[in-house]
């Protein structure tokens, strides 16, 4: 009886925490790089919906790595655009994937493969409605660059 009650507290409390994750969560994708090589002519684009327009986002960029992932930081070109297809930020953003000193691996780790999770556009505001466009380019010497599996982006609402 005990164990069957903490499984259900412990099944309850997963789902309140993944309720409250996706509550505010406006969008999320991800997608897998091809044999694991991202090109750097390899653009990923993402396309989401924005409506309320007096709200503060958050934008998150999601990547994950293999563990024979050669560096210990990534190099990403992000561009925005808004719905008319005007450019609203573009900036080069460096993520650190191992520790540099050590070369442990950082990041939710399951056997060889890392996630991460990067704040890159801290309390956005889009001043239009519509549909947004962020597309991500690697940023490195090595082209194609082995060890990414995949990358994405996750929209959040500021509470």
Known sequence: MIKQLLFLIIL???????ACDSS?????????????????????????????TTKT????????NALFY???NLYVSATLLDPAGQKVHNKLHEMYLMDKKTGEPLGKGA???FDHSFLALK???????GTYTLRLTQ???KNPLPGIMAVGIKVVTVE
């Open 139 to 141: 940023y490195m010497r």
């Open 111 to 113: 056997g060889d493969l």
């Open 24 to 52: 505010n969560r406006v969008y999320e994708q991800n997608i897998d790089i091809p044999n694991n090589n991202w090109r750097i002519n390899d653009t990923k684009e993402f396309r989401f919906e924005i409506t309320d």
């Open 123 to 129: 309390n956005q505001h889009f001043s239009k409605p």
């Open 57 to 64: 986002y958050q934008v998150f960029f999601n990547i994950r």
């Open 12 to 18: 309850v409390s997963i789902f309140s925490l993944s």
């Open 70 to 72: 050669e560096f210990y």
